[in-house]
């Protein structure tokens, strides 16, 4: 819904299937959004794209863990 909303402002569209790969932290969420993008239209290189918000996921989750542990153990 956010990159819907942006696409209504910007100039450059976003893609929607970027953030579907952001929402799990496992590499196969970026595969199944590449596979997506290809089956619309096969000229679609996403993985690279899709891989960046899936890996930022994991930093995300491992400082938080990290602050986590910090202040509860």
């Not at 929607?16 to 970026?30: D, E, N």
Request: hydrophobic fraction near 55%; include cysteine; glycine fraction near 10%.
């Amino acid at each position: 819904l956010c990159a819907k909303f942006m696409n209504r402002f910007t100039k450059e569209k976003v893609n929607p299937l970027i953030g579907a790969a952001g929402v799990s932290a496992v590499p196969m969420a970026a595969r199944v959004a590449h596979k997506v993008a290809q089956e619309e239209n096969p000229g679609n290189f996403l993985l690279m794209h899709a891989m960046g918000p899936n890996v930022a996921g994991v930093i995300g989750s491992a400082v938080a863990a990290g602050i986590l542990l910090s202040l509860l153990g």
